[in-house]
């Protein structure tokens, strides 16, 4: 599987931008997607993630109700408004092939990872 994150980029406070994963090689509809994102010297955190179904959802409380995660087919997108600067950061997509019907929340829950995108929030 293979992961393709785009979407990046500068924007000032209060700003939006909406990144996308496109997931390629292995077929099927059983992928749970996460964005997890790593400002500098900080741990990676996990952002938001959709189960492979839709039905379930998680957000960090940092970016609930600003966030929103969703899925069209076998891409994963991620809609950032009212960024923030404590926004920035190098975010990544992940995926993982699972037939649990719970949204995945860890770092090692997930198999696949995409390339990172630079977000940068200027105050």
């Known amino acids: 599987v293979q992961l393709q994150a785009s979407g990046g980029g500068l924007v000032q406070a209060g700003g939006s931008l909406r990144l996308s994963c496109a997931a390629s090689?292995?077929?099927?509809?059983?992928?749970?997607m996460g964005w997890f994102r790593q400002a500098p010297g900080k741990e990676r955190e996990l952002v938001a993630a959709?189960?492979?179904?839709?039905?379930s959802t998680y957000y960090a409380d940092s970016v609930k109700g600003r966030f929103t995660i969703s899925r069209d087919a076998a891409t994963v997108y991620l809609q950032m408004n009212n960024l923030k600067p404590d926004d920035t950061a190098v975010y990544y997509c992940a995926a993982d092939w699972n037939y649990s019907a719970v949204v995945l929340t860890t770092e090692t829950a997930y198999e696949y990872w995409g390339q990172g995108t630079q977000v940068t929030v200027s105050s």
């Open positions: 959709i189960s492979w179904s839709d039905k």
């Open positions: 090689g292995r077929t099927g509809s059983f992928y749970h």
